[in-house]
Nanobody, 117 residues
Framework: QAQLVESGGGLAQAGGSLRLSCVVS????????MGWYRQAPGKQRELVAT?????????QDSVKGRFTLSRDMDNAKATVTLQMRDLKPEDSAVYYC?????????WGQGTQVTVSS
């Protein structure tokens, strides 16, 4: 059973930066897509950025040019990092790490990002 362990997040001012990391252990070589989603109060969970096994990265339009997704993989684990710059109050949400293995998927516990104006 794979585990997704998130770190990072917290409070930032508008225009500031934060970094989120997610470590996936357990069958990480079988991951087909992994990345980050977010959910603000009263809104649906939405894709922020994902990366496929082949390295293709997809960003939500509102974060393009501001957020950068990267991935690192070794024999023990896979790590996906979301570097967030030029943060805006509308980026405030709970951010969730996500990984998919074919038809199976797993979510992290979520980490809060709050951006003050």
């Amino acid at each position: 059973q794979a585990q997704l362990v998130e770190s990072g997040g917290g409070l930032a001012q508008a225009g500031g930066s934060l970094r989120l990391s997610c470590v996936v252990s357990g069958n990480h070589f079988g991951i087909t897509v992994m990345g980050w989603y977010r959910q603000a109060p009263g809104k649906q969970r939405e894709l922020v950025a994902t990366i496929t096994r082949g390295g293709s990265i997809d960003y939500q339009d509102s974060v393009k040019g501001r957020f950068t997704l990267s991935r690192d993989m070794d024999n023990a684990k896979a790590t996906v990092t979301l570097q967030m710059r030029d943060l805006k109050p509308e980026d405030s949400a709970v951010y969730y790490c996500h990984a998919r293995w074919s038809i199976i998927e797993s979510w992290g516990q979520g980490t809060q990002v709050t951006v003050s104006s």
